[in-house]
Each structure stands twice: as structure tokens, then as C-alpha cells.
């Protein structure tokens, strides 16, 4: 397998230096804005610089950005951020105390602004510090100082996709330019399938009898996706371990109950048969990935959440290392990047390491799949960094994990839907949705 190139930008270290003591800006908070052009502005909270409680953790990162091969020949090309060539900016305000998720909302002003120039010192392979240590920003002699950490370095990437849906039995190839290679093939299982009276129930509003039949039904359970490779034989695996159950009184899975997939890898002993009634225990479970639909919200939009926990081996306790919300209707991108997570997620680097090899400890992207919507058909897209793959087992086991997110965001559709709704969706695919009866 070859690796795609990326190369990962790193904004670390935050902490602003004031010069002098000046306890109206201290009661104050500090936020940046840090730019690259052709990327989203990233903001972070700059805390104040005291030496006796100032943790500089290495490990620690405001803003990451990763570049793909296109984007690394955009930021080479003369003159592309215009005359004064290609820098990353770190812009920092002050503000009111108070704003949202520590982030300054209301007024803001200016403090000062660095540029770090980027050049061509990647492409040796080597990790390359562009900045680490104060820097002076603003005017006049007593310039406040940012302290800040610049780094860039190669992060390539594999880069794998379904040709079809999951539940369709696809094929899962690796993209390599204009390259397409069969890598693996996925197989998905059903237990119980939608019977006749579903088929009704959908189509029509209904009796009581129906409805009461219905209720008893109120559950998605015994999905499987099994992962082989190119000779047939089984690696990796995504078992449906606990239903996706409405919840009392919706239609719809909730927080309080979620559904929640088995991510195991083959065992020494597992079998390379792909049948339904091959044995859980001949797996090595990896991790447990919970999801459930939260409705409404401030942007009034349906949310999937999902909720990735590591395995510790021997041990009854999970590690979350990641937990990520995709809207419903229009999916999203389900990533473990332990420098984006929040500090609950980020306590988990400790087991990634042992889980998936010494790098995964100083931080780092892990893997992103990104899926489509609850109602679209959808090819997941997954991203795996090449550090931690050491065997064709350990990319058959993300790959098993996308199959998983992905299906989660279909079985946690509303279990009750209008019939104007099913004939919408019906009418804008050009084929039936494989998993719409299942119950």
C-alpha cells in the first residue's frame, strides 16, 4: 500500500506574556485567530503567562492544520499569499470575559499579530520548528510577548474507499491519484430482516393492530460487517452489540440508551468463514462505538452523536478517545485526532499508544471517515495515517470501524415515518435504500 502525502501544521503552546503589571487587561480574557489561507480561521484562548502555574505541555495544540498534496503546491507557487509569499498569522484580541465555550463573542480589539513564514524545509522529511519560544506582537517599546510552538511535519496518509453502500457488499479500494486498488472486501450480515407487514406499516397509517405490532418492533439489531482481505480470509469485524431501541415515549434512539457496535480484529483462531453464526469470542475486541440522535438543538438540527471507547486489554474499563455529532441529514466526518479532542477524550492517549503504536501518545491524527446523511446513499471516505499500520489487520480494523459509523447514522433514523416523507426519498434515489424496512 502507498501512503498519500500530507504534511501537518501545528499551533501549539499558547500563553501571552504582558509587560509589566496591568490588572484591568489580567481580569480580562485573550483570544487568537489563527489564518492560513484556503482553511477555515481556527480560534484558540491564549492564557496568561505565569511561570509558577504556565504549562507548556508539547503536546498540547491550539490549531492543526493538514495539507494534502494539492494544497502543499498551492503554498509553493510564487507569490500565493500575494507579495509577501506564504506565512501561517496568528492574529491575538482582548475581549469581555464570559464568551461561549471560552471563546470571546462580543467586542474584541486587537493586540497584536505574528506571521510565520512557511517554506520549503518539509519536503527533507524531517520535522521542521518554525517558531518556539516569545515572539513580540503589537507596539512601542513594551510590546506584549506570545509565546507560541510552530511546527511542521510529514503525516502521510492512507486513503480507502467503499465503491457501493455497506450494505450492499462492496468493495473497499485504495486511492492513489487517479488509482483505484481493491484492498479489502466487506461483507454485511442481517439477522433480522423487515418482514410484509413492515412493508404495510410504511405505506399506509395504519390500525391499532398495526400500531401495536409496530411498537413491539421499535428496535434495529443483528447487523454485522465483516472485513476481509484480497484471499478471503475474515480480519476485521463491526458486530452490532447492544440494539438501537426507541426510547420511551419518542420515536427515536436516545442519549440515555444508546446503540453501540463490537470493533474486533480476527484472532489467532477465527474463522474465515463469512457466516452469521460465526463466534464473538474468536474475535479480539478493539473498541466500542455508541450513537444515538439527539433532536432539535440551537441550530434545530438532528444530530447522530457517536462515541468511540478503547478496550484496555484485561480490563472492564473503556478509554474514550473520541466522540464527534454529524448531522443527520447531511453526515459528516467522524475523526480520532487526539489534539482535537476534549480533555475526558485526550486522557485516553496513554492507551492509544498501546493500542496502536508509540506515536499515538504524543498526539496526532488517528483516522476520519466521512459519510453522507441518514437518507442519502453513502461511500465512506477514510483517512488513516500511516503510523499506525503496521499490518494489512490494523487498516482492515478502521475500515471496519467506518462501516460501523456509517450504518449508525441509518439506524438511527426515526422509527416511524410519514408516507409523503418515504415517497420523497423513494423518488430522488434511483435505487431503493437496502436497509429502509429494517425495523
Known sequence: MDPQIFVRLSVGQLGL????????????????????????????????????????????????FSLD?????????????????????VAVYVGRRGGHCGIVTGMKRLVGVVRMDIGPEWRDGKPVMLHHGLVGIGKGEAKPELHLRVKMEADPRYIFEFDDEVALNPQVVQLHGRNRQPIFSCKFIRDRRGSHSDQLYWSSSGGEEKEAEMMRRRERKGWKVVIHDLSGSAVAAAFMATPFVAASGCDTVARSNPGAWLIARAGATAPGSTSSSAAVESWQPWGRLEAWRDQGGAARQDTVCLRLRLLPDG?????????????????????????RQAPAAAAGAEHCAASLGEAC?????????????????????????????????????????????????????????????TKKTASASSSPDPLELDT
Open 315 to 339: 480490563q472492564d474499563a473503556c478509554m474514550l478517545v473520541a466522540e464527534t455529532p454529524l448531522r443527520s441529514d447531511r453526515g459528516g466526518e467522524f475523526a480520532i485526532d487526539m489534539d
Open 361 to 421: 501518545a504524543g498526539g496526532g491524527f488517528v483516522m476520519s471517515c466521512r459519510v453522507e446523511g441518514e437518507s442519502r446513499s453513502s461511500r465512506p471516505l477514510v483517512q488513516l495515517a500511516m503510523r499506525h499500520v503496521t499490518c494489512m489487520e490494523d487498516a482492515a480494523m478502521f475500515v471496519a470501524l467506518a462501516a460501523a459509523v456509517d450504518l449508525s447514522v441509518k439506524a438511527c433514523r426515526p422509527f416511524r415515518r410519514k408516507t409523503t416523507a
Open 17 to 64: 506574556k504582558l509587560p509589566g503589571a496591568n490588572a484591568r487587561k489580567a481580569a480580562r480574557s485573550f483570544h487568537c485567530e489563527i489564518r492560513l489561507r484556503g482553511f477555515p480561521v481556527q480560534i484558540a484562548p491564549v492564557p496568561l503567562i505565569n511561570y509558577s502555574e504556565f504549562n507548556l505541555d508539547p503536546h498540547t495544540n491550539a490549531a492543526v
Open 69 to 89: 498534496e494539492s494544497e502543499l503546491k498551492a503554498l509553493s507557487a510564487p507569490g500565493c499569499f500575494g507579495a509577501h509569499g506564504s506565512y501561517l498569522e
